[in-house]
């Protein structure tokens, strides 16, 4: 038996390391970060909601280099959202708080970035956001970090700077959902795989950027991400 044509598989480089982590799916969290929600127009702690991206919409970047992502069609509002990302290295289901940290892997930085007048549209009419999330190079990422070497993470600042300008700021430890939370309560809704990237959230501060803009994306313990807008 052989294949039409080669299969592609998107992987994530490992930190020090000639490994690639082979990507399965991104799940990403809307609104888990308190100041972002009231951004965004919403208070409280709502339950966990979920959108993805496609496995292949990952931008790796490696450590010391500058990414370069193109400045996406059909959009003229395009915004960053700086999130920690947590790479699945065993799967389940129905997986117990208290087990969580059992399943990652490890950590990177990662940028969803965002047709914010596409997610406009659909949220008026009802719509998926697919084309406001999903598309080429939407995931930018710097290489894992194995939890083995950072361990269990719970704070560490989270930041974006733009240009040299602060655009984000926060702390993990304000996620609304934390990351256990967020591994368990997904894993009532899919069954997590090993190779899952879950993209956590981001903090207040989102904004638009244009061709020619830099983002320098940081995380206390894992580094900086950077990626220029061409």
């Known amino acids: 038996m052989s294949y039409l044509f080669d299969p592609s598989i998107p992987a994530v480089p490992v930190m020090h390391s000639d490994t690639l982590f082979p990507v399965h799916r991104i ?16 208070t409280g702690r709502e339950a966990p909601f979920f959108f993805m991206k496609p496995a292949d919409a990952i931008l790796p970047v490696a450590d010391g280099s500058v990414g370069e992502m193109p400045y996406p069609t059909m959009t003229s509002n395009l915004h960053h959202e700086v999130e920690l990302v947590v790479a699945i290295g065993k799967g389940g289901s129905n997986i117990a708080v208290a087990s ?8 990177a930085i990662g940028l969803d970035m965002t047709r ?7 949220k008026d009419q009802g719509r998926p956001w697919c084309t406001a999330k999903g598309f080429d190079h939407s995931a930018p990422i710097s290489p894992l970090h194995p939890i083995a070497q950072t361990q269990w993470m719970e704070q560490g600042g989270i930041r ?11 702390d993990i430890n304000q996620l609304t959902w934390n990351v256990a939370e967020i591994i368990a309560f997904l894993s009532t809704l899919y069954t997590l795989q090993a190779g899952d990237l879950i993209f956590t959230g981001t903090p207040a501060g989102v904004g638009a950027v244009k061709q020619g803009d830099v983002m320098e994306a940081s ?5 900086k991400l950077t990626v220029s807008v061409i």
């Not at 799940?27 to 919403?42: D, I, L, P, Q, S």
């Not at 914010?116 to 659909?122: K, N």
């Not at 974006?160 to 926060?170: A, I, P, T």
């Open 116 to 122: 914010r007048d596409l997610q406009a549209e659909a």
């Open 219 to 223: 995380i206390a313990g894992l580094g």
């Open 27 to 42: 799940y990403c969290v809307g609104r888990n970060y308190v100041e972002h929600a009231k951004e965004m127009g919403w």
């Open 160 to 170: 974006l700077v733009v240009n040299g300008q602060e655009r984000q700021n926060s």
């Open 100 to 107: 969580a940290p059992e399943h990652v892997w490890g950590y």
